[in-house]
């Protein structure tokens, strides 16, 4: 017996040489039995549910993965601390088992690990799925999880002792910005390059200075913390700065959507309301403009056009992508005009599944393009 059965040694003797002790009444003999053979069924189905599953996320085969009570407790775990709902949850274990993935933890605290396991999961829900209903409902949920784990901070640094050496600091002092490196974090204190001009000239912060410091992770999240200076010296021949440790590391605020730059033609159809009350319908204007999408979200986009549009107005966008036209209803958010074109910021207020698959795989880089 696998799984949790170590935990109960089962050392019952031959059947044959079982005796009822006359003593012992019928009923307690029953009850023993009863309770013996809840027991074993609970150890079953234990580890049934701790077993590798093969259809996990909805359909299509497991590539391997982690298995085991711990593994899947640790699974659980992070996936409620980062959010994810129960749907949410069965889809990143079935991305990493689809993977072959072994520790959890690591691949969710690693950006670009974590995008090549979700890319291959993207592959395996396109080939495998039965209908193409099914397969854009399971892409829909694959992307809401990937978009959860863009924003979560797991595997984020907790504290400056974890920053690594040579990691780049940005310092703020009387308005100007100085860009230093993590020379040590095993110190009793950080140390750090001391601030120069670009010219070369060195910095002289007052000891006591407080100061905010902006970094970014290898996933590419910003993060602030306060610190003060302690003093100065020399640190392997590198003229170095001492700040105070901190455990108060702030996550700086990022975008809602993973945004990507592009250069995609778009056309737009104004879309204004008629009627009132209970009779309104949105009517989508023949006239059309042309323009091209800057960049792109789920969110939202930004678009390049010759024509100055109104801000609030509202607008049907529709364009190409991996030879799918893909519309959304946007109502402009703010404009910028340069030189002869005016670029749109767009907030998307309705779009279909299926397109807003086609944005996230362009944006993820899952597909290909």
């Not at 079982?18 to 307690?28: A, M, Q, R």
């Not at 959507?257 to 204007?285: H, M």
């Not at 799918?324 to 907030?347: D, E, K, W």
């Amino acid at each position: 017996m696998t799984g949790l059965s170590f935990l109960f040694p089962l050392q019952v003797p031959s059947i044959t040489n079982f005796e009822i002790d006359s003593s012992v009444s019928p009923l307690s003999v029953i009850l023993f039995g009863s309770v013996f053979t809840v027991l074993i069924v609970v150890i079953a189905v234990i580890n049934k549910r701790n077993a590798p599953q093969t259809n996990a996320g909805g359909g299509g085969k497991s590539g391997g993965g982690f298995s085991g009570l711990f593994s899947a407790f640790t699974l659980h775990r992070l996936a409620k601390s980062m959010g994810l709902n129960s749907e949410q949850t069965k889809m990143l274990d079935y991305v990493l088992k689809t993977d072959g993935v072994t520790d959890p933890e690591k691949s969710l605290g690693n950006p670009n690990l974590l995008d090549r396991h979700f890319r291959r999961a993207y592959r395996v829900i396109e080939q495998s799925s039965g209908t193409e209903d099914e397969a854009q409902r399971r892409l829909s949920v694959l992307f809401s999880t990937r978009n959860i784990l863009e924003n979560s901070t797991i595997g984020a640094i907790a504290n400056t002792r974890q920053l690594r050496d040579d990691a780049a600091l940005n310092i703020t002092y009387s308005k100007e910005k100085y860009e230093v490196s993590v020379l040590s974090t095993r110190n009793e204190n950080l140390i750090v390059e001391a601030p120069a001009t670009v010219l070369g000239s060195q910095v002289k912060i007052p000891n006591g200075t407080t100061l905010t410091i902006i970094f970014f992770s290898k996933g590419n999240k910003g993060f602030s913390f306060d610190t003060k200076v302690v003093g100065y010296g020399n640190f392997h021949g590198h003229h170095a700065m001492q700040l105070t440790h901190s455990s108060q590391l702030k996550l700086l605020s990022q975008r809602r959507f993973r945004r990507r730059s592009a250069v995609i033609a778009c056309s737009l159809n104004l879309v204004y309301v008629e009627g009132s009350g209970k009779k309104q319908r949105l009517v989508v204007d023949k006239r059309r403009l042309s323009g091209t999408i800057a960049d792109i979200s789920v969110g939202g986009c930004s678009i390049k056009a010759m024509t100055p549009v109104q801000v609030g107005a509202k607008f049907k966008i529709e364009f190409m992508q991996r030879s799918v036209n893909v519309a959304a209803l946007g109502q402009v958010l703010r404009t910028n005009r340069t030189g002869m074109s005016t670029t749109i910021h767009v907030r998307f207020l309705k779009v279909s599944q299926k397109s807003m698959n086609i944005i996230n795989a362009y944006v993820y880089e899952y597909a290909n393009d």
